[in-house]
């Protein structure tokens, strides 16, 4: 009997981990193509980004319920309970990621209505930085790896200071210029969609540690203890 139930709570589990790892799928793809969209001036790509952040809304309250579900039926302790709470709360970075790609294409879509502007270009070291760390911190989470983790959280520093120097280098054309200067406040507000999405996976790999050793490195000071610290718990 208690084989049986502790199956039926690792079939739940896997389930509720491949929802989100659909979640993680879709809110990925729908980034990129609102990026797509803004680089090749494609509105068509903004519109199928912006349609596709309902069908990653529609996900995370699935996998909400599920996670509800399983709380309620198996009460599961320790690792397993830390399992299911942070698969949630991974869920909800998604979601978040999910939308800041919706709010990217929907700014996107005013630039594209307006003339052609060279300085979008510069925006695509910053959502390479971003793409990149959204990649470790999902593929950390698969693989349960808190030493993987703990390297993509540091990664979110390198994508804030692009981000800054992407502001400030808009700002000085801006200041340069005494009419249209819509589309660079437009573009500022993509570089800042594209920092909070690494926020986003930042709390991804915090979420990971979690699950995997119970530790919170939301707060902690020294980086260099971070990664050591992580590493030798899995030894």
Do not use: W
Request: hydrophobic share 45%; proline share 2%; glycine share 4%.
């Amino acid at each position: 009997m208690h084989e049986h139930i502790l199956s039926t709570f690792n079939a739940a589990l896997d389930r509720l981990r491949q929802d989100v790892l659909a979640m993680s799928s879709m809110a990925q793809k729908n980034l990129a193509c609102a990026m797509r969209g803004l680089l090749e001036r494609d509105t068509d790509l903004c519109n199928a980004a912006i349609a596709a952040d309902q069908d990653v809304n529609e996900l995370e309250k699935a996998v909400d319920k599920l996670g509800m579900q399983i709380l309620v039926k198996f009460q599961p302790t320790a690792h397993d309970l830390r399992a299911v709470m942070g698969t949630i709360r991974v869920a909800n970075n998604l979601e978040r990621i999910s939308d800041q790609a919706s709010s990217i294409a929907k700014r996107a879509r005013l630039i594209n209505n307006m003339p052609e502007m060279p300085e979008v270009k510069l925006i695509q070291p910053v959502y390479n930085l971003c793409a990149r760390n959204l990649d470790a911190s999902i593929q950390a989470f698969i693989d349960g790896n808190t030493e993987a983790a703990a390297a993509a959280r540091l990664l979110d520093k390198e994508l804030d200071a692009a981000e800054k120097a992407l502001d400030r280098e808009i700002i000085n054309v801006m200041e340069g210029r005494q009419s249209a200067l819509e589309g660079y406040i437009h573009l500022i507000f993509v570089a800042r969609f594209l920092e909070r999405v690494g926020d986003h996976a930042k709390n991804i790999c915090e979420d990971t540690v979690f699950i995997e050793i119970a530790e919170d490195i939301r707060f902690l000071k020294n980086k260099r203890e971070e990664v050591a610290g992580t590493s030798s718990a899995q030894l």
